[in-house]
């Protein structure tokens, strides 16, 4: 309890989450805080902050607070609720991005290694989602080009060196294919 009680003294107290983030106070007075191992680091179910003690000790004070502040902002900004229908993964990564971004924005210091892409201050949630998913699918749509590709080439190269009759997928001519070896 006495740790609960700091850290939410700390996210009430500090100048960065007062001042800068002060929207979110009602909501931070509202949520539990758990310890656990079952989360890596951090992470919110709507109603609670779940948090790694172990994970929270490599932390110097403003990383915490960022950290905090970070999964109240999930919170405050319905991001839960808004990812019905969604790749929950390209999701994630949007609203990390901006929620850091603007975090960073008002002097919070974000961990190395956390997501940072200092272009999604200029976007909402929903926006920087809808540009990761156009760029994966571009992603995707490449890779399969380049697969259709790679499987033409090795077919006119197949049908090249006359070795037509071995068809089979791995090869070898395992009679499978109407190629009966004696």
């Known amino acids: 309890e006495k740790e609960l009680n700091n850290y939410k003294s700390i996210l009430k107290n500090n100048k960065y989450t007062i001042h800068e983030l002060l929207t979110l106070a009602s909501v931070i007075e509202n949520l539990g805080l758990v310890k656990t191992k079952i989360v890596k680091t951090a992470s919110t179910d709507g109603k609670r902050i779940y948090y790694n003690e172990e994970f929270m000790e490599t932390l110097d004070e403003k990383e915490q607070i ?14 839960l609720k808004r990812a019905k229908g969604k790749d929950l993964e390209l999701w994630n990564i949007a609203t990390d991005a901006v929620i850091n971004a603007f975090l960073k924005k008002d002097g919070l210091k974000l961990k190395i290694g956390f997501i940072d892409i200092p272009e999604a201050i200029n976007y909402d949630a929903e926006k920087l989602y809808e540009l990761l998913l156009e760029a994966k699918k571009k992603k995707e749509n490449k890779s399969q080009d380049s697969q259709s590709e790679e499987q033409d080439d090795s077919k006119e190269q197949d049908g090249e060196s006359g070795n037509e009759e071995n068809s089979s997928s791995t090869g070898k001519d395992d009679g499978e294919n109407g190629n009966e070896s004696s």
């Open 66 to 79: 960022f950290m905090f502040a970070h999964e109240v902002a999930h919170v405050a900004l319905d991001h």
